[in-house]
């Protein structure tokens, strides 16, 4: 375990015996950005049931699919993000009925708008973190853009 690095560092990090490069500047703002997202749609989840009185039971079982996800992307899986994009989906639809079924609930807004954006977010950070990847992989190709 001493060859593993923290994933969150700006140095090259190791994944598995497989060293990738470090973040850039835009992957690396992007990246913050995504967790920051990620835990307020965390947080909106547990505030939009706390509310009405649900138990731990529940609440558990509200923001489990989100946060089954974070030993990997903390790694810098980028599969598991687009599974990820695909769970965010669901809470997305949910969402969407909860907003329409109360349009004064600003709770209910707010989740559209940070599953919207932590959506975004990940779907960035996969195209411009993979483009690094590639990169890394077949360094002799200058990027075209």
């Known amino acids: 375990m001493s060859g593993l690095r923290c994933a969150c560092s700006d140095?090259?990090?190791?994944?598995g015996g497989n060293t990738l490069t470090a973040r850039g500047s835009k992957t690396r703002q992007i990246w913050w950005a995504l967790w920051t997202f990620w835990l307020l749609v965390v947080l909106q989840q547990i505030a939009l049931e706390a509310r009405f009185g649900a138990p731990v039971q529940l609440l558990v079982l509200q923001v489990l699919p989100l946060l089954v996800f974070i030993p990997w992307v903390l790694r810098d899986s980028l599969h598991s993000l687009i599974w990820l994009s695909f769970v965010l989906l669901g809470y997305f639809v949910i969402a969407v009925q909860v907003a329409f079924a109360r349009p004064e609930d600003g709770v209910a807004l707010a989740g559209v708008f940070l599953q919207v954006i932590l959506f975004l977010?990940?779907?960035?950070?996969?195209?411009?973190?993979g483009r690094e990847l590639r990169l890394q992989q077949t360094p002799e190709v200058v990027e075209k853009q």
């Open 121 to 129: 977010l990940a779907a960035l950070y996969i195209r411009f973190r």
């Open 11 to 15: 140095d090259s990090i190791s994944n």
